[in-house]
Structures are given as structure tokens and as C-alpha cells.
């Protein structure tokens, strides 16, 4: 079993940054980051495999959102910049995947979530 916990969520303006961590409590493979907004289904935004050197990105978040890991403190780490009202959800980290994969079900393990507010 693998522990996550997900930090550095906030209240931005639009057009502002956040930086997310995500601390695991062992060595996982690949891992991701999905959101979920009000009412609405847990989506993929993110992954990276045990490497670092395979990513992927949702349309949605391309060019504004930048996932890295840091496999000495076996944390991932979700660059969000360029933020929108519409970015808005809480944002999860998941892992388990030994390749990156935007497939919610193939993630064994999640942390709690951290809420993103972006106003207008």
C-alpha cells in the first residue's frame, strides 16, 4: 500500500500560478494527476512515468501545466500556470501504473485531494 498526500492547493487569480506536490510514502511507478470540479466526473490531467522522461497532458492543460517527480523524495510535483476559473476542482494525485496512462481505473493508489479555486 502506498501512502499519498497531496499539498499546495489555493486561491488564485486568473492568469496566476500554483505550484501541487504530491509525497509518497515508498517508490511508486507512474504516477498522475486527475481533478474532479463540482458536479462533474474525475478527470486526467496529467503523468509521468517512474523515469520522468514519458509525459502526458490532457488538450485542456497542454502548454499551462507541467508535471515533474523527484524520485529522490519520491514526490511528484504539477506546475499550473496560466490558471483559469475553469481549472477550479479539487486536484488528486494517484499511482500504480507502471506506464503513464490517463485510464482513471489503472491507478491503485490516491491521496485525499486539494482543493484549486481559481476567481475571475
Known amino acids: 500500500q502506498v501512502q499519498l498526500v497531496e499539498s499546495g492547493g489555493g486561491l488564485v487569480q486568473a492568469g496566476g500560478s500554483l505550484r501541487l506536490s504530491c509525497a509518497a510514502s515508498r517508490r511508486t511507478f507512474s504516477m498522475g494527476w486527475f481533478r474532479q470540479a463540482p458536479g462533474k466526473e474525475r478527470e486526467f490531467v496529467a503523468a509521468?512515468?517512474?523515469?520522468?522522461?514519458?509525459?502526458e497532458y490532457a488538450d485542456s492543460v497542454k502548454a499551462r501545466f507541467t508535471i515533474s517527480r523527484d524520485n529522490a523524495k519520491n514526490t511528484v510535483y504539477l506546475q499550473m500556470n496560466s490558471l483559469k476559473p475553469e481549472d477550479t476542482a479539487v486536484y488528486y494525485c494517484a499511482g500504480g501504473p507502471v506506464r503513464p496512462t490517463s485510464v482513471l481505473y489503472d491507478y491503485g493508489f490516491w491521496g485525499q485531494g486539494t482543493q484549486v479555486t481559481v476567481s475571475s
Open positions: 509521468i512515468s517512474w523515469s520522468g522522461s514519458s509525459t
